[in-house]
């Protein structure tokens, strides 16, 4: 199985990421309109199969009868089907031809109903978890081609599965190589992986891997994607002293669609802002959005430059384009958040039906922070009644054009004496090691030394014990 991963990194205590699972892998999408998008890369002979499997389960609150999941394909809808299963992980398959080698994005939407209730609170009562690890292709590991995609495609998928990529070398390796790798890895992939570094001879235990790393010491300055014998697709690596590897054929730094007209942000990157400027939501992320339900959130992430700071009492505005059904329930409002700062209160039940005359909102620019800044809209529409099923909403709840803009005054460069700045510019490369490790049969480096000198501060290196030996691929 090549399964599924979402294509925006989960954090921990993200609701997402369903906590409170019992199964690892889990994804929830909560909410009476809740979705997501998930990438999948497939080698060339993966996409021929066209049948696509989602593993999934819903609350004991979801109605059935008026509640489906629908998913698309590179834009396409692949099809949809009704919530049934609430007890155990159902796979469903999907047939469809618009796979195609190399990435996929795959957009999974959920519109869920109540049983008993309607409103807010009953909103977050329903939901419905992906089973990521048993969602996605089945492909033959005979089909998986030794190639750039097939390895792109194996490495993705152990990835998803929450295995480390294991880094096979023996003898010390060099730490500006396994920074390039791992910044290698994190653009093309937009994640990051967890390293494993391994002696050549460490044996091998549970399911074999789909991807590996080894890292020869012939001195030829070769790259190439070769097969292990336990069939992994193998990334061999042969470095040089002064002879630069050819990883760009390889591992392109910044991934393309088939197409060649989209291209992948790395892992974590967000849109920028420049101060002084009308900058339209759409440049943000948040393009035209529409969003039916009785609890609706839209985030918009985006950055500010790192020596941006306002203390003082300057104003940022927006200049919001947004409208609302007509005849909503009375108490109906939107909040408009500055990093979790309400500084709107929007009423929307009266005067609905269409998009309201452009608003501007301002509020303290010195609510914005250097880096990274989230501004959120928040809707919530009681029940009516609240102690019954919802009535079907035929009409658009909420609108937000992507015309309405952000603007932030300009302010001479300046920061603040803390660590928010250097951790925020801190990147693979930007992390120096202390020393040299050496791997081998007779020793096992300290827990410190793994923590200086692996590129993740989560990966770990194993000592090779027990009498089965492995050829470096």
């Not at 994190?186 to 399911?207: C, E, M, N, Y």
């Not at 697709?233 to 060649?260: F, R």
């Not at 923590?451 to 050829?471: D, E, I, K, L, V």
């Amino acid at each position: 199985m090549l399964p599924l991963r979402p294509a925006q990194p989960l954090l921990p205590g993200d609701g997402a990421a369903a906590d409170n699972a019992t199964i690892p892998g889990t994804y929830r999408l909560t909410g009476e309109q809740a979705g997501a998008e998930f990438l999948l890369w497939l080698p060339a002979g993966g996409a021929s199969s066209g049948d696509l499997v989602v593993a999934y389960r819903s609350s004991i609150n979801v109605l059935p009868e008026r509640s489906q999941l629908s998913l698309r394909v590179n834009g396409e809808l692949a099809g949809a089907f009704l919530l049934t299963s609430f007890a155990n992980f159902t796979p469903v398959t999907l047939r469809t031809s618009a796979l195609r080698p190399g990435l996929n994005r795959i957009q999974i939407d959920v519109a869920h109903h109540h049983r008993i209730f309607c409103g807010p609170e009953a909103s977050f009562a329903v939901w419905t978890e992906l089973l990521l690890p048993q969602s996605g292709v089945r492909v033959d590991t005979a089909r998986i081609g030794v190639d750039a995609a097939g390895f792109l495609a194996a490495v993705s998928a152990q990835v998803a599965s929450g295995a480390p990529i294991d880094i096979r070398a023996e003898g010390a390796l060099d730490p500006q190589l396994l920074r390039h790798l791992a910044s290698r890895l994190t653009g093309t992939l937009s994640a990051t992986p967890d390293f494993r570094i391994v002696s050549t001879w460490t044996p091998q235990t549970g399911a074999p891997p789909k991807a590996r790393i080894t890292v020869l010491q012939g001195g030829t300055g070769r790259a190439s994607i070769e097969q292990g014998g336990d069939g992994a697709v193998v990334l061999l690596l042969d470095p040089a002293s002064g002879v630069e590897l050819p990883l760009d054929a390889l591992l392109p730094p910044i991934a393309a669609s088939s197409d060649g007209n989209e291209t992948i942000l790395p892992a974590g990157a967000l849109p920028r802002v420049q101060p002084g400027q009308e900058t339209p939501f759409a440049d943000l992320g948040l393009g035209d959005t529409t969003a039916r339900g009785h609890y609706i959130l839209h985030d918009m992430n985006f950055r500010l430059p790192d020596d941006w700071l306002i203390l003082a009492s300057q104003e940022a505005r927006f200049t919001l384009l947004y409208g609302f059904a007509d005849d909503l329930p009375a108490g109906s409002l939107m909040l408009v958040k500055v990093n979790g700062q309400t500084v709107r209160l929007l009423p929307l039940d009266r005067n609905g039906g269409s998009v309201q005359p452009p608003l501007e909102i301002g509020f303290a620019a010195n609510l914005l922070h250097p880096g990274a800044n989230r501004v959120s809209f928040e809707a919530i529409l009681p029940g009516d009644p609240p102690d019954m099923p919802c009535a079907p909403l035929d009409d658009v709840t909420l609108t937000i054009l992507g015309s309405s803009t952000l603007w932030t005054p300009p302010a001479p460069a300046m920061t603040r004496p803390d660590m928010r700045r250097p951790l925020a510019r801190l990147t693979i490369d930007g992390v120096q090691v202390s020393g040299a490790m050496q791997l081998d049969q007779e020793s096992r480096p300290s827990r410190q030394a793994r923590s200086c000198y692996c590129p993740s501060p989560r990966c770990t290196s194993r000592p090779n014990r027990g009498q089965t030996a492995h050829p470096p691929c």
